[in-house]
């Protein structure tokens, strides 16, 4: 049967891990000299998803401080338009 102390110690070696591994990710995310690679600025976000039909439809899409309009089809996918983000002025 096991002693208290081994499950102590196991369970205090866990906790050290669990924080060693917080910090590294931490550390990571603060000091990555990519610099956005762990941001959500230039992230590929689907804004809106609308149905023509069965299995056609139009979909945007915000990349890059742009929004880009696509139509799709079982058999192909279109680019249809494309424009600039307005910047929001803070007053």
């Keep these: 049967m096991?002693?208290?102390?081994?499950?102590?110690?196991?369970i205090f070696s866990l906790i050290i891990v669990i924080l060693t591994m917080?910090?590294?990710l931490?550390?990571?995310?603060?000091?990555?000299p990519?610099?956005?690679?762990f941001s959500n600025e230039n992230d590929i976000k689907i804004?809106?998803?609308?149905?023509i039909g069965k299995?056609?439809?139009l979909f945007t899409v915000e990349f890059?401080?742009?929004?880009?309009?696509?139509s799709f089809s079982p058999t192909n996918i279109e680019k249809i338009d494309e424009m600039e983000l307005e910047k929001k002025e803070n007053g």
């Design 64 to 70: 890059n401080k742009k929004v880009i309009l696509f």
């Design 55 to 57: 299995e056609k439809g």
């Design 26 to 32: 931490f550390i990571v995310k603060k000091y990555s």
């Design 34 to 37: 990519i610099g956005s690679g």
């Design 47 to 51: 804004r809106d998803l609308k149905f």
């Design 2 to 10: 096991f002693e208290l102390t081994v499950i102590v110690k196991v």
């Design 22 to 24: 917080y910090g590294l």
